[in-house]
């Protein structure tokens, strides 16, 4: 047995002995066992395929049979190096192993099985079949008959030929595998043969289609001749193509009744006449054919007569949709705008309406078209990372088109319609380009009116369309495309708006659609509120209306089996039908504790109440945070931690407490969570813990905090509260600075709140821990008087 040798392993070819086979090496391994070898005074390596193409060398993924090669020459690249490899001899690979970073092969040698009797007739016949069959390959491939001859005459022995043959056969590296391991040589010679036809027959083939191919082209060319000559006697007797005439006539006559602008007229006249000089059979006949038509079918200058009617306009959007009062007041605005000008305001406006999912951005729109009057054109931009989505594709590429813009005008067929850009949050970015850069033009009042598609090339006045877009994250909009559009925020429902919007509009619908009229279902106002409450969790009302249809679904099937004629479902019978509740939302405390507060959170899906935790244990003084909390509420954490240290005689706490650990956690340890609001609570809840005071369980509170003990505003408060009062909870501390915005509550909901508006966390400790009041600056604890640090108002 050989000393071992370094391997080369191929990905797309087998190395067959005596022949020469150069080669691209840039994989390390390689590279480094072709160094090696170089080192030998023999050059010698063991070249072997591999199983599959991977990028990775391990001996796992090669064969066993392979070829003793020598290395004849190397040129080095920085990309690598070219090497030629001569195959000697066949070796089976008896162990492989890595050595310096490349594999090495102990490679035993492959003995060949010769025929019983080379001159048996079978035989002789068999080998000379196959040098007939490799001579015709070779002469296919356009091979001269002397070098075809003078390469037969060199190779008299068999199993030569066979491997010569075998490695110039266009084959996968499996079957070529295959014959590597054939160690009889008349086995070798009868696969060969057969794969040396099958490619003769693969040339045949290819010669004949290749054939058909220019026979139908030149029929095609002698057709087109004769219909050109055809034309010319028609024209001479007076018999042109009446029908495709009429059609240009008419086109033509479209075009010039657009009242289009000088530059855009000029481009058009232009391609009118390309186009009556250009064979009707060609091409680009049919490419510029289709452009003028293009221009013929958008709305120049096409507009809708509007209504402009302020009271009729409310009706309509009334009508349609529940609440939403701040969007309606801005579409009526807009329409009083246009009414007292007259409908002289040539500019449009861009609204973007953001909001969780569910809420009524999208079919809210389409109620604008309808009050004010106008064509709706709705177009989806989710996904869209192309570009030419938005500008359309030059006219020199194949298949080129519009882009939506222009495509969605063609369909409106006015110049002044309401268009929908929905999803605009959820625009790609691709090596296409940036769509939300090409949106740049469209929604830009001062520049809009010259909007230039790429496939149009001529500039087209968007300055009347009524642009709405949709969003659900305004963060994930570019700033410059969000400075030009005009926010209108979508709150969540509150579940008094979900009952009157169920009971107004989706029960009837959800009947309607599963075969069901009002007399057969009656749902009381307690199973609808079952179903809110226990079955969906969200701002808006789609997985509500989902929910009504699977209860409309399982009545119709009652109904239609013969069990009932008709169901009245209350909030008892709404488990049996829909199953156990699928929502647990977070209900209050019963009693006050000590170190638990209430926070409150606000997510897409609405708001909610959080219980944050926290416990003093034996420790060496520092703060643990858990709950999958983010940056932003571990920095509140510290925060409150640093304030409670600092101020811990006002707050009659005993110093020795800060020598332990305190173990802060936010239960629902699943979701994550992060934003500063939950300042207040946080430091309720670790003063509370290091005093032995117990936190309020009645008062949830929301707020971000200073090292200094100020309570700044936050967001999201109206979805917070809503969310406080579904859990049980009226009484809450915010910050002063929120104060306006509970004028965003509905009105029976205020009536019933206790609200304490504070400017310091001082204020807010005297409320939300039980036996703590706040006079003149300092904080009374029963019967203790202590003095807070004075804080900045």
């Known amino acids: 047995m050989s000393k071992p040798l370094p391997i080369i392993a191929m990905r797309t070819g087998v190395l067959f002995p005596g022949m020469s ?60 190096a070219r090497l030629v490899l001569e195959g000697q001899r066949r070796g089976i690979a008896v162990r492989v192993t890595s050595q310096d970073g490349y594999l090495v092969a102990t490679v035993a040698p492959a003995t060949e099985h010769p025929p019983l009797d080379a001159k048996d007739p079978t035989f002789v016949g068999l080998h000379r079949e196959v040098r007939a069959r490799a001579a015709d390959l070779a002469r296919k491939r356009g091979l001269p008959d002397a070098a075809i001859e003078e390469m037969l005459q060199q190779i008299p022995d068999p199993g030569q030929l066979a491997d010569l043959v075998a490695g110039y056969l266009d084959v996968p590296v499996a079957e070529r595998q295959e014959l590597l391991e054939t ?76 009242p289009l602008e ?63 009062g701040d969007v309606k007041d801005r579409v009526l605005e807009f329409l009083a705008v246009h009414q007292l000008s007259k409908g002289k305001e040539k500019k449009g406006r861009i609204l973007l309406f953001s909001g969780p999912p569910g809420v009524g951005k999208t079919s809210i729109a389409k109620s604008i078209a309808r009050a004010m009057g106008r064509k709706y054109v709705r177009i989806a931009l989710g996904g869209a990372r192309d570009e030419a989505d938005i500008r359309g594709h030059r006219r020199t590429y194949i298949g080129a088109l519009p882009g939506r813009i222009i495509h969605g005008m063609k369909q409106a067929g006015s110049r002044n319609p309401v268009f929908l850009l929905d999803e605009i949050d959820k625009l790609g970015v691709s090596h296409q380009g940036d769509p939300a850069a090409a949106l740049l033009e469209v929604l830009d009042p001062a520049q809009n009116d010259t909007f230039t598609d790429h496939y149009l090339g001529v500039p087209f006045d968007l300055s009347e369309v009524m642009f709405i877009a949709t969003a659900n994250f305004l963060q994930d909009i570019p700033g410059p495309l969000l400075d030009r559009m005009e926010v209108v925020d979508f709150a969540g429902y509150t579940e008094r708006e979900k009952l009157a919007i169920a009971k107004d509009y989706l029960v009837g619908r959800q009947l309607a659609d599963n075969g069901l009229v009002p007399a057969q279902l009656t749902l009381t106002d307690d199973a609808i509120r079952e179903v809110i409450t226990g079955y969906t969790r969200e701002a808006g009302v789609r997985q509500l209306e989902r929910e009504l249809g699977r209860l409309a679904r399982k009545v119709t099937r009652r109904i239609a089996a013969g069990e009932v004629e008709q169901v009245t479902l209350g909030r008892d019978d709404v488990r049996p039908l829909l199953g156990r509740p699928r929502v647990h939302p977070e209900k209050a405390n019963r009693e006050d504790r000590v170190g638990t507060a209430t ?132 009484r809450f501390v915010i910050p002063r600075a929120n104060q306006p915005d509970l004028d965003d509550l509905p009105a029976d909901v205020r009536e019933r709140l206790i609200v304490s508006p504070v400017d310091t966390l001082g204020e807010a400790l005297a409320i939300t821990l039980r036996d703590t009041t706040l006079q003149d600056g300092r904080l009374l604890f029963g019967d203790r008087r202590a003095e807070v640090t004075p804080l900045a108002h």
């Open 21 to 80: 086979l150069p080669i691209s090496a840039g994989r390390p391994r390689t590279l480094r066992a072709i160094e090696a070898a170089l080192r030998e005074p023999e050059h010698q390596v063991f070249v072997v395929a591999q199983r599959d193409d991977g990028e990775e060398i391990e001996a796992s993924n090669l064969y066993t049979i392979g070829t003793v090669a020598t290395v004849a020459s190397v040129q080095r690249g920085l990309d690598g």
């Open 183 to 258: 160690f009889a040589i008349e086995d070798r010679l009868r696969r060969v043969v057969i794969l040396v036809q099958r490619q003769l027959d693969v040339l045949a083939a290819q010669e004949d289609i290749q054939s058909r191919v220019k026979q139908e082209l030149g029929g095609r060319q002698r057709e087109a001749y004769l219909r050109e000559q055809l034309k010319a006697i028609q024209k001479e007797l007076g018999e042109g193509d009446d029908g495709a005439d009429d059609a240009l006539k008419d086109l033509k006559a479209k075009l010039d009744a657009l």
């Open 262 to 324: 000088d530059a855009t007229r000029k481009e058009v006249n232009r391609e009118w006449s390309r186009l009556t000089r250009i064979g009707r059979e060609s091409m680009e006949s049919q490419v510029i054919r289709t452009y003028l038509e293009t221009i013929a079918e958008l709305p120049w200058g096409t507009r809708t007569e509007e209504l402009l009617d302020v009271a009729q306009a409310a009706r309509i959007l009334d009508e349609d949709h529940h609440g939403l």
């Open 599 to 730: 926070g409150m959170y606000y997510t897409p899906a609405g708001g909610d109440i959080m219980f944050i935790e926290a416990s003093p244990m034996r420790g060496k003084g520092e703060l643990i945070l858990t709950g999958q909390l983010g940056d932003v509420m571990r920095e509140s954490a510290r925060a409150a931690w640093t304030y409670a240290r600092a101020n811990a005689a006002a707050l009659s706490i005993d110093d020795h407490v800060f020598e332990r650990d305190v173990h802060i956690h936010v239960p629902a340890g699943a979701i994550p969570k992060d934003g500063p609001s939950a300042g207040i609570a946080m430091a309720t809840a670790i003063v509370s813990a290091l005093s032995g005071r117990p936190a309020r369980h009645d008062i949830a509170m929301t707020g971000e905090i200073t090292l200094s003990g100020r309570v700044l505003p936050i967001g999201g408060l109206k979805e917070k509260v809503l969310g406080a009062v579904r859990a049980g909870i009226e």
